[in-house]
C-alpha cells in the first residue's frame, strides 16, 4: 500500500494523486508547525487552509477513501510533513508516497531528499504543462506575456471565433484604466459565515498564531468547493460586468472593487482554472458582460497565471535568492503594521492586515512599488508577500513579487520595471486627495516621498536601464532637468532612505 499526500493547496477532488490511488492506498493530510511558521503566515491564510483541509478530508471519506488527518494540536505532530509521512509510513508498512507536484521548490525539495520513496505526479490542474511552457519558452530571447497569451487562447478555444479572437482584438486593456468612483450598490465578495468546523480552526490558530501580523476576525472566506463556486456565481452575476473598466484603479474605503477574490479559492484547488474561465466565456456569450471584462479576466488566469508558474519551474530553485538591482535596505516597519504618513501605503498596508487581500495594483504599484523604490531587500519584499496574503504560494508569488515588482529576477518576467512616483497613484486613485504629503512637489518637507525616490531610482539603477527603449523617455525627462534640481531632489530621495534606515515615520 502507498500513502497518497494531499497538502494544504492541492484540495480539489480531480488531483493526479487521488487519481492514481487505488484500493488499499491511504490519503494523508497534516497540519504542521512547519508549514504554517516557515514565514509568518497571516492568521487568516492560516485558517483559510487548515478549515479547508478539514473539510475537504470529510468529503473524502464521505466518497469512501480511507484519510489519516493530523491536526496541528495533535500530541504527536511530527511538525514537518516529511515528519508525518514517517510516522503514517510506521504505521501503515506503507513503502511508497505518490503526490501531485507541491508548488513550491522548498517542498519538493524535503520530499526528494527524505528517507521515503516518493513519486512525484504532474499537477495537471494548470492548463499549461511544465513540458508545454518550456517547448514555448525554448529558443525565445525573451519571454512576453502577450504572445503566450495568444497561445493559451488558441490551446483552449477560449473567446476564440476559429483562430482568431472574438472581436478581433486580442486585448482590450485600452478600455480598462479608468478611474473609479463611489458606488454604493457595488457588492463584494461573497462572504461566508464559519460553520462548526471553521469555528474550532479559528480557535487553534488564535490560540497559535494571534500573535502575527494580521487580524483572524472577521473571517469570511469560503473553504468549501461548495462555497467557492456560491463566491464565482457571485462574482459572474454583480462584479464581472464592471472588471474591466476599474481593473487597475484604488479607491479609499472600496478594498475589492469589481475584482473577484477568486485567487484564494484557484490557489487551494477548490475551483479549476478552465471552469472558472468557461463560465465568464458563457456570460460574455449570454449578453451579460461587455467584452473588455470578460477577455481581461481570463487573460488573467490562463495569461498571466499560468505564465508565472511558468517561469517559477522554468527558472528553478534559486529564483527566490536573485537580486538583480542589488536592493539590501531593510524592508520599512509600515509594512509590518508601522506608522506611515504616506496614504497609499497606511490604506494597503491596513487591508492587508484586515483582508489577507490586496487587489493587483495595491500590490504592484503601493506595496510593491514604494519597496523597490526605497531599495528594499526583495528576499525580505517576498517574505512579506508570500506571508501576509492567503493566495500566496512561491510558484505564483515568487514571480510577482521578485519578477515583476522588484525586477529582482533581471527582467525575465517583465521587460522593465514598475517604478511610479506620486502621479500614477494620483491618477489611478483618490488616495493622495487625503495625504499629509503634496504629490505634486519634488523637494520640501512635504513632497509625496514617492517623488524624490522614484528619480533616486532611476539615477541609481542608470547604467542598467538607459538603455531600454521603454525607459528612454523617462531618461531624456531626467537629463533634461537642470542640474541644480536634480541635485536637490537626489539629496531629498537620499534623506528618506536615512529616515527609512533609522526607523524614523515617513
Ligand atoms: P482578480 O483581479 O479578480 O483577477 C482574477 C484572477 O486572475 C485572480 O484570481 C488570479 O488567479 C489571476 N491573476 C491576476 N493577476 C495575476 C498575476 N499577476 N499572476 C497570477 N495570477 C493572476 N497572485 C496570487 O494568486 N498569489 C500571490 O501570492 C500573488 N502575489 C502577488 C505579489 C505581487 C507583488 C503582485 C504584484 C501580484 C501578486 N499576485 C498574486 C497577482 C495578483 O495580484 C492576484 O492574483 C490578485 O490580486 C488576486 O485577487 P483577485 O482574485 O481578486 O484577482
Ligand atoms: C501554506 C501552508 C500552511 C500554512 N500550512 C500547511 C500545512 O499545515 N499543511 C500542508 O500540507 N500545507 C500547508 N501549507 C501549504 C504549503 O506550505 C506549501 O506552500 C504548498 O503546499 C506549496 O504548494
Ligand atoms: Fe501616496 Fe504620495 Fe499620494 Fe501620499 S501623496 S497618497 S504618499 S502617492
Known sequence: MRLILVLGDQLSHDLSALREAGPGDVVVMAEVAGEAEYVPHHPKKIALIFAAMRHFADELRKLGREVIYTRLDDPDNAGTIMGELLRRADETGAGEVIVTQPGEWRVIAALEEGPLPVRILPDDRFLCSLQDFEAWAEGRREFRLEWFYREMRRKTGLMMEGDKPAGGKWNFDHDNRKRATHDLFRPGPMRFAPDAVTREVMDLVAARFGDSFGDLHPFWFGVTRGEALRALNHFIAHALPGFGDVQDAMLTGDRFLNHSVLSIYLNIGLLSPLEVCQRVEAAWKAGDVPINAAEGFI???????????????????????????????????????????????RAGV???????????????????????????????????????????????????????SQFADGGVVGSKPYAASGNYINRMSDYCRSCAYDVKARTGPGACPLN??????????????????????????????????RTAIL????????????????
Request: proline share 5%; aromatic share 14%; glycine share 8%.
Open 452 to 485: 524624490p525616490l522614484y528619480w533616486h531610482f532611476i539615477d541609481r539603477h542608470r547604467a542598467r536601464f538607459v538603455g531600454n527603449p521603454r525607459m528612454a523617455t523617462v531618461y531624456r525627462n531626467w537629463e533634461r532637468m537642470p542640474e541644480a534640481r
Open 491 to 506: 539629496a531629498q530621495g537620499e534623506a528618506i532612505l536615512r529616515r527609512l534606515e533609522t526607523g524614523e515615520v515617513v
Open 299 to 345: 487573460r488573467q488566469v490562463i495569461g498571466w497565471r499560468e505564465f508565472v508558474r511558468g517561469i517559477y519551474f522554468r527558472e528553478g530553485p534559486d529564483y527566490v535568492a536573485r537580486n538583480a538591482l542589488g536592493h539590501d535596505r531593510a524592508l520599512p516597519a509600515a509594512y509590518w503594521g508601522g506608522e506611515t504618513r504616506m496614504e497609499c501605503l
Open 350 to 404: 491596513e487591508q492587508t492586515r484586515d483582508e489577507a487581500y490586496a487587489h493587483h495594483i495595491q500590490r504592484l504599484m503601493v506595496t510593491g512599488n514604494f519597496a523597490l523604490l526605497a531599495g528594499a531587500d526583495p528576499g525580505a519584499v517576498h517574505e512579506w508577500y508570500l506571508a501576509v496574503y492567503a493566495d500566496a504560494f512561491e510558484w505564483v508569488e515568487a514571480p510577482n513579487t521578485l519578477g515583476m
